[in-house]
């Protein structure tokens, strides 16, 4: 069923140890450079690219990537999935209790605005 190419099977093993053991040496700008976020999601394409061979399905999946990392489980985004009683009781957010008072006077602003 599978025809594993033997130079594949080495050049993964050699991907895995020098992933994990080559130092490159790199100077604090290539380091500052590397955590740039239009670089990493260059590198990330690159190596997604590589698995999926087409372009659309590559961005489709780097987008998805995106969206699940920095606003789904990004806690300081506003659009994050977690609670906010749950970030502040698990001492992620200090200002709950701040942000619960503003909801507060704002409904009762848009209420006295309204209705009155």
Not at 23 to 30: A, P, R, S, V
Not at 37 to 57: E, G, H, S
Not at 62 to 70: H, S, W
Not at 89 to 105: A, Q, S, T, V
């Amino acid at each position: 069923m599978f025809d594993l190419d033997p130079l594949f099977v080495i050049s993964m093993i050699l991907m895995q140890v020098g992933a994990r053991y080559l130092d490159f040496g790199l100077t604090d700008f290539q380091q500052k450079l590397i955590k740039n976020n239009f670089v990493q999601a260059t590198i990330l394409f690159a190596i997604i690219y590589i698995a999926v061979r087409d372009i659309l399905k590559t961005t489709l999946i780097v987008a998805l990537i995106y969206l699940i990392i920095y606003v789904l489980f990004n806690e300081k985004h506003k659009l994050n999935i977690y609670s906010k009683r749950w970030l502040y009781n698990e001492g992620i957010i200090k200002e709950y209790e701040d942000l619960k008072n503003k909801y507060y006077e704002k409904i009762t602003k848009i209420k006295n605005e309204y209705y009155i």
